[in-house]
């Protein structure tokens, strides 16, 4: 991944980078991508700007993972809240602020897309995308949103070898306690987009795994039908044997959504 993304931007002569940092899965190992990638170039992280953006669903500790993380690697760090945007552009289009739907879940990411692309213009830099294999396939992405950046270093990483490789980076390359310590508890928080409000104790609400199924299930299905060519029913099978202690009513589920969203 880091080959790859200091390749393009050597070819095309860009030397900073703008990412979302939300404290996630994904934008985590595509922050440390683009942080190896500058190790193997020389350049200084500095040029590295990591942009957390809080907004209706940020939970203290996302946005404190994300800010501890950015310190940790040395990069420039700014934090623009989201909230006020987009009450101003629920007011513009006339959407109730408490309406929980897929309106007020996508203006969070659109907004956010935003600011990366404009900061990016300001800095000649380019947005660097966090989105993983599996939310492709799934079309777990805003249009307009998150589903775009200029070069996305995660799209061929399906997000259950995203949490392995998170992990194996904290043991093995973590510069420090404090830095191993964040990848750990990143690798160990729930899957969300937090875009809906926490809960009243201020933790994740929006659980991604509770709306599509869990994503070793899906990645499973993906692999067999992308790599292998095989038949629904084939799939099925094989992961009746390979997840003997899931029932054959979940995989069954997990499955249709899987073919009905890929």
């Known amino acids: 991944q880091a080959t790859g993304l200091a390749e393009r931007l050597t070819k095309i002569g860009i030397r900073k980078c703008v990412i979302g940092v939300s404290g996630g899965l994904d934008s985590t190992l595509a922050l440390l ?4 990638a500058y190790d193997m170039l020389g350049w200084p992280l ?13 939970t203290d500790l996302t946005k404190t993972n994300s800010w501890k993380l950015m310190e940790q690697l040395g990069i420039t760090i700014r934090m623009i809240n989201i909230t006020d945007a987009c009450l101003q552009h629920f007011e513009d289009i006339g959407h109730k602020r408490d309406s929980y739907d897929v309106t007020y879940e996508n203006t969070q990411a659109r907004e956010r897309t935003q600011i990366l692309m404009d900061i990016a ?3 000649g830099a380019l947005v660097i995308g966090t989105g993983d294999l599996s939310e492709l396939a799934l079309g777990w992405a805003t249009y307009n949103g998150d589903h775009m950046s200029n070069y996305a270093v995660n799209c061929s990483v399906p997000k259950t070898l995203v949490k392995y490789i998170v992990q194996a980076y904290a043991s093995e390359c973590a510069s420090t306690d404090e830095m191993k310590n964040v990848l750990c508890e990143i690798a160990d928080l729930p899957i969300s987009p937090e875009l809906l409000p926490p809960d009243k104790d201020g933790n994740i609400a929006q659980k991604t795994e509770e709306s599509i199924g869990k994503y070793d299930l899906h990645d499973f299905f ?8 095989e038949s629904r029913e084939r799939i099925l099978k094989l992961a009746e044997i390979a997840f003997a202690n899931v029932s054959k009513g979940e995989i069954e589920k997990t499955l249709e959504t899987f073919f009905t969203r890929f």
Request: hydrophobic residues 35%; negative net charge; glycine residues 14%.
């Open 33 to 36: 991508v683009i942080k190896e």
């Open 46 to 58: 500095t040029d590295i700007i990591g942009i957390t953006m809080p907004g209706f669903g940020t």
């Open 121 to 123: 213009n300001q800095e």
């Open 222 to 229: 993906l692999y067999h039908f992308l790599r292998n060519g």
